[in-house]
């Protein structure tokens, strides 16, 4: 596999902020995309190793900034690539106080959005956290930035606890495939089976329901019916159900 095709992704560029017993923090990141609509949900990926996470996490809130095209390159430097730990990135700027209690930066933003944290999913290097928007507003119809236009400009790249962190010497590079037996899905399974419908009446067997009338319970799969399986409907035997 070529690690360059990561690079074909599409992305935008954020400052996201939070506060927590009045420690401010704020970072720069690219991975920031809308879960659902209804309600508005916003989801962000987060190094584990990052102060901003441990922020995030138990404020519960951020906000995402959506950074203009001709962003204030000081702010790229200090919340890019400055830990709040050793800056106040916060010094200089400007930003409102959300009602989720997260700071918002207003400064080079063209919009942003005030989330409260409503779930967060253990990714291994990373949590994805989930906010739901409370508040959001429009500032400026400048054009937003995009990863692709920073990466070309500036000919700068992903910090290392970046979700979309590549090795600079992998970039070109052939990277052997991952096996997929490797991978372990951790999802419900829709489709665990496959529905056998009846050719003399049409009745339909779906594995996810069984047959409660006839003793067979959820989650059977129609191989494993029992050889005298029979229509609940015509009584006809397993062999005239046809895999749908
Ligand atoms: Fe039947």
């Not at 070529?2 to 970072?27: N, V």
């Amino acid at each position: 596999m070529k690690l360059k095709a990561f690079h074909k992704l599409s992305y935008g560029l954020y400052l996201i902020a939070s506060e927590y017993r009045d420690k401010k923090t704020g970072y720069i990141a690219n991975t920031v995309f809308q879960v659902t609509s209804d309600p508005p949900q916003l989801a962000i990926s987060c190094h584990k190793n990052n102060f901003s996470t441990r922020i995030i996490l138990d404020s519960g809130a951020f906000s995402v900034s959506v950074l203009k095209k001709e962003v204030n390159m000081k702010i790229v430097g200090d919340f890019g690539f400055m830990s709040s730990t050793d800056i106040n990135k916060f010094s200089g700027i400007n930003y409102l106080k959300g009602q989720s209690g997260a700071p918002i930066v207003i400064d080079s933003s063209v919009a942003w959005f005030d989330c409260k944290v409503v779930k967060s999913i253990d990714m291994g290097t990373h949590f994805l956290i989930i906010g739901q928007v409370i508040d959001s507003d429009e500032i400026s119809d400048d054009e937003p930035l995009t990863y692709q236009y920073y990466r070309e400009k500036y000919k700068m790249y992903s910090p290392k606890n970046s979700p979309t962190y590549i090795e600079k010497s992998k970039l070109e590079a052939e990277i052997p495939m991952i096996p997929v037996q490797d991978i372990e899905p951790e999802h419900e399974h829709f489709f665990d089976g496959e529905s056998y419908v009846c050719a003399i009446c049409g009745f339909t067997y779906n594995p996810e329901e069984g047959d409660p009338s006839m003793g067979i319970s959820p989650g059977t799969r129609f191989e494993d019916l029992p050889a005298d399986y029979r229509c609940p409907i015509c009584n006809a035997s397993k062999e005239y159900f046809k895999k749908v």
